[in-house]
């Protein structure tokens, strides 16, 4: 776990599992969380506490980074899909102390991601994850971005969601090898990544790892 002072800033992603009590295999479901955060406590070294699930279904997890929230909410999506996903990630100072479990901390970090989970719930169906840090026009074009990135991604066929997330996982891969591994011919890999936009997607992602790594002066860069 990391080592800092309360007056440093730390990034909070708290989640949600939309319409969770209408899942059937809700049990199951909660043991694919439990996993996923037993595995992020063993191999994250960005962390600032132990994650927690609250409520049998909402996800707290702190990082020193909001990268680390938004890679982990990305995660979290795929693992649950097809259920859906709303997260808030704030970024901000905390008020309590390092604690063992990150359920035990509070301050406005945590407040902002609750905020932000709020806004996140009020866009329909979709994953999708939003910000807050305080600074509204930073807030604004990051949570434009991440907007744009939930509504490509929610028209995916389940084919395109395969390729184009096994692609962004390898991209050292060329579009033979990918082509190799799902069975398929390579002009098809092109026309499955060409109708997921795959391009704009990158380049989205590639803005947020940009912004998103560092969150001392957060805002400042725009």
């Known amino acids: 776990m990391a080592c800092m002072s309360e007056s440093r800033k730390i990034a909070v992603l708290i989640a949600d599992v939309v319409k969770s009590r209408e899942i ?7 043991e694919n969380l439990k996993e996923e ?13 132990t994650p927690s699930i609250m409520r049998g279904d909402e996800i707290e997890v702190a990082h020193e980074n909001a990268l680390g929230c938004f890679l982990q909410f990305e995660r979290l999506e795929d693992i649950l899909f097809p259920h859906r996903l709303k997260g808030g990630i704030g970024i901000g100072t905390f008020d309590t102390g390092i604690r063992e479990n990150v359920s035990e901390m509070d301050g406005p970090a945590f407040h902002l991601a609750r905020d932000a989970l709020k806004e996140s719930k009020k866009t329909g169906g979709r994953s999708i994850v939003y910000i807050r840090s305080g600074n509204t026009e930073w807030d604004e074009l990051i949570n434009t971005v991440l907007s744009l990135l939930s509504a490509v991604k929610e ?13 962004l996982r390898n991209q050292s891969k060329t579009h033979e090898e990918i082509s190799e591994y799902f069975d398929v011919s390579r002009p098809m890999v092109s026309k499955t990544l060409n109708s ?17 790594s560092s969150i001392e002066g957060v805002g400042e860069r725009m």
């Open 196 to 212: 997921a936009h795959i391009k704009s997607v990158k380049a989205a992602r590639n803005f947020l790892f940009k912004n998103l």
């Open 155 to 167: 028209d995916w066929t389940r084919r395109e969601r395969e390729i184009s997330l096994f692609y």
């Open 24 to 30: 059937d295999d809700r049990e199951g479901l909660q």
């Open 37 to 49: 955060l037993e595995r992020v406590s063993k191999e994250s070294e960005n962390l600032v506490s």
